[in-house]
């Protein structure tokens, strides 16, 4: 039996993590975060990522990182996702740095994931289809050879944290197959923020036209298909799930803190079983979504990518789903004031909607996991 | 635990198994689990003493008593490989799972000595006399009477309980009664334990939607238990009830996921066969089942941890909802692929199993506590949030 039980240090990671979190990212800087519209607070970065090492989690030691496992790095996120903390640490540590791993040459490793390691730089994917199951599948970037180097052309729509990220990770469309391409700041692309429903997370365009990239911008050696990034692509959806469950937990925590303090009829309205057993059936799922989102991260270094992918999706299909319903049972829970702006759920609503549509809505994470079970030999466990 | 003596432990109980559970034992595999407990009676009571012989009764009890020992690990080790391997329901559970840990933690030295042995050995079968007609999920209310007989010490017992699964198959039933005249609630129980063959107790089966009957009803007309036979003392029968209903920890429920496994297996078999897989909402309900599958595997082992964290009570307190409310939607999905064909009682046995299945797994969230029982216990103590008014005992 696999040991699903945390050890000390994590407990003591996740600890520390929450009480940081409380304290610098508290309901008065999520407002100032909403306020700004910049998704982006950098004071704080800087603190988890050069000081704590967030980044760092799962990168080996040979690059400079701690190489712990999943495990730890779902727990920063778990919390992160808590407080809807405007960090680019998906980004950077379940996204960049794990396709770094599975398809850059270990040159081009050695040469980035150490920068990640220690906090120097925010780094994101410029997925070509964000909301996508397979956001490989297709991209709107080109690549041409010239001179020695490359020209890339193509404008992407949407890409997290553009705009915070020092660097840019690019998969473009070369004559045979993918290639990586590395933009740092100040390579002459472009990103342009775009207004979001949800405040908390920053989004940006990226347009590259006849953008002229040196040989050594290349990551990868030559080519890579999307099923060799199935790794990076799970842990990113992994992430995604460990940051909805975190945020699940506390718009509930919201909901329980509200109902137990509002009186109607004479009662706390915690004491109606309606009330009572929508909340519980909330902690059903919930739990059910975090052991998936734990047991994951926990099989990952032992799992094959297919399996790593389709628990992956299995967690984002029931996170995705958990978090929306735990943000509109909490408008509902509250009443009036779940409309208003100034309390909190709605916040967690948007980000709940916003969050389901990255790298797949859970419908098309299920229709990948009936393809996998209804196609082949049907795979016990 | 090193994995590799669990790995060890896998191999020796696969190894027995496929040599044991073969022959005349064969017709045993799948059969007999709830839903489905009066099947085959007699030859699931020699595969106990055949599996008393190879020593895998009780192998988590402690070795003074004969068992193993095993660790939690371990236990669901065997259990998996049991499940795995299509092992029968267990006539023995009750006697094994419940009241034998009961007596190993309350029990006098006497009843330890002449209860456990036999139930080890495959040789005396048990069953749980707590549901009446009055006390369902409000089992406080229980009604029957027991009185104290001054030349013996015995307690004569009066009432009836219900739904009382495997009685028919049984030797010794425990009994929760009210040995305090005019007592309510949690107050004024005992904790009995009665021969069933004897003359003031009558059993009569219940049919159930399956068809079978399994469970009963057990009437009680100044039958006898021995001034010996009750654990803990008169008025402490409540605790030690629920204590007995917390040795259930869900270590067999673990093993039961390996069946939960084989039946998912066979839907999307069949799905594959008939064309229901070409069905875009069945594709999802079936992918969504494997999902909440592989969620559950995970929920238990954080259920089974010893984490006295607040998400740790929470997995604990969730698991029996989660698992027994995924086990019927399973059943449905089963008929929903099945479509038309799910209605014809034909003997195909595939067919057979799905349907059995579908009726079958309705009693997963009516036993053992009921689903709005669970989401009260959650909310209670997971959540602290108030507790249900109660209505005053009549
Ligand atoms: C297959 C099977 C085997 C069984 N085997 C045994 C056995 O071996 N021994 C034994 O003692 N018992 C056994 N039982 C009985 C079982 O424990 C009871 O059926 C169960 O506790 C529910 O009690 P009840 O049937 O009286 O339903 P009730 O308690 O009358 O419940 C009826 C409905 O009301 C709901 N309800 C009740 N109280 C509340 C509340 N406070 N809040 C919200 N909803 C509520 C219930 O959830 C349920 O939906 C078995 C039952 C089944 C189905």
Known sequence: ??????????????????????????????????????????????????????????????????????TELSLVVEAAGERLAPLPLWSTACAAAPLLSAVATEEARAAILPRIAAGEIAATVAWGDLGAADPLAATPVTAVPANGGYLLDGLVTQVVDAEAADLVLVPARLAQGLALFALERGAGHETRQIETLDATRQIGALEMRGLRLSADARLDADGFTPRAAASAIATANLGLAAEQVGAARAVMDLTLAYVGERVQFGRVIASFQAVKHRCARLEVDLAEARAMVLGAAANFANAEDDERLLEARAARALASDLLFRAAEESIQLHGGVGFTWEYDPHLYLKRAQAVSALLGSADRHLEAIAEHLLAEACHER | MSDDRLAALRAEVRAWLSEHLAGRFEPLRWRGHAGDGDALPELRKEWERELAGGG???????????????????????????????????????????????????????????????????????????????????????????????????????????????????????????????????????????????????????????????????????????????????????????????????????????????????????????????????????????????????????????????????????????????????????????????????????????????????????????????????????????????GDRS
């Open chain 2, 56 to 390: 895998w009764t009780c192998p988590g009890w402690p070795a003074e008593w004969g068992g193993r020992g095993l660790s939690v690990a371990e236990q669901v080790a065997f259990q998996e490989e049991y499940a795995r391997a299509g092992g029968p329901g267990r006539i023995g559970h009750i006697g094994e799972g419940l009241i034998g840990p009961t007596l190993i933690e309350f029990g006098t030295p006497a009843q330890q000595q002449r209860f456990l042995p036999a139930i080890r050995a495959g040789t005396e079968f048990w069953c749980q006399g707590y549901s009446e007609p009055q006390a369902g999920s409000d089992l406080a209310n229980v009604r029957t009477r027991a009185r104290r007989e001054d030349a013996t010490g015995d307690w004569l017992v009066h009432g009836q309980k219900v739904w009382t699964s495997l009685a028919h198959l049984s030797d010794w039933i425990f009994v929760l009664a009210r040995s305090e005249e005019g007592s309510t609630g949690r107050h004024g129980l005992i904790f009995l334990l009665l021969a069933l063959d004897q003359p003031g107790i009558e059993i009569r089966p219940i049919r159930q939607i399956g068809g079978g009957a399994e469970f009963n009803s057990v009437f009680f007309d100044g039958a006898r238990a021995r001034a010996e036979h009750v654990v803990g003392a008169a008025g402490e029968g409540w605790r030690i009830a629920t204590a007995l209903l917390g040795f259930e920890r869900g270590i067999s429920t673990l093993g039961q996921q390996m069946a939960f496994a084989q039946e998912l297996d066979l839907v999307c078999r069949i799905a594959r066969e008939n064309g229901a897989a070409r069905s875009p909402e069945l594709r999802q309900r079936i992918a969504r089942a494997w999902a909440g599958l592989r969620a559950m595997r995970y929920l238990a082992m954080r259920a089974l941890c010893d984490d006295a964290s607040r998400e740790g009570r929470l997995a604990r307190l969730g698991y029996k909802y989660h698992w027994s409310n995924w086990h019927r939607d399973l059943g449905r999905l089963a008929m929903d692929v099945l479509g038309p064909d799910g209605n014809v009682v034909d003997g195909d046995p595939r067919r057979e199993r799905l349907r059995r299945l579908f009726l079958f797994s309705r009693a997963d969230t009516i036993y053992g506590g009921t689903s709005e029982i669970q989401l009260n216990l959650i909310a209670e103590q997971g959540l602290g949030m108030p507790r249900e008014p109660r």
């Open chain 1, 1 to 70: 039996m696999m040991d699903l039980q945390l050890t000390d240090d994590q407990r003591l990671i996740r600890q520390q993590a929450a009480r940081l979190l409380a304290d610098r990212a508290g309901p008065q800087q999520l407002r100032q975060t909403v306020a700004a519209a910049t998704g982006f607070d950098a004071a704080l970065w800087r603190t988890v990522a050069r000081q704590l090492g967030w980044c760092a989690m799962t990168i080996a030691e040979r690059h400079g990182g701690l190489g712990l496992s999943l």
